[in-house]
């Protein structure tokens, strides 16, 4: 029900920003929690941000809390992540998803997942 296509991505150096946007498609965008993976080659898909279903609730991993910001435009069905003070550790690619679980911080409980866009940080 739930179509996800991120873009936004790049290759930057340690300390710049970024900012990823996630389009939905469909008119029940407001009626997902909202939440930003990441995952690099041989390891587990990881948990960074998330948001409810207004984007007044937001949470976040401890790795880039003060650092990202997740915000959502219910009105242009997006779901936006700020990411700034960009470290080498950051580069993975990012996927947006989509679930009825506020506050999720696992992939297993999201339901719909968009094919992820590459951020890549250079030191």
């Known amino acids: 029900q739930l179509e996800l296509v991120e873009s936004g991505g790049g290759l930057v150096q340690a300390g710049d920003s970024l900012n990823l946007s996630c389009t939905a498609s469909?008119?029940?965008?407001?009626?997902?929690?909202m939440g930003w993976f990441r995952q690099t080659p041989g390891k587990e898909r990881e948990f960074v941000a998330g948001?409810?279903?207004?984007?007044?609730?937001?949470y976040y991993a401890d790795s880039v809390k003060g650092r990202f910001t997740i915000s959502r435009d219910n009105a242009k069905n997006t779901v936006s992540l700020q990411m700034n003070s960009l470290k080498s550790e950051d580069t993975a690619v990012y996927y947006c998803?989509?679930?009825?679980?506020?506050?999720?911080?696992?992939?297993?409980?999201?339901?719909?997942w968009g094919q992820g866009t590459q951020v890549t940080v250079s030191s």
């Open positions: 469909g008119r029940t965008f407001s009626s997902y929690a």
């Open positions: 948001s409810g279903y207004s984007g007044a609730i937001t």
């Open positions: 998803a989509g679930g009825a679980i506020v506050g999720a911080r696992t992939p297993q409980v999201y339901d719909f």
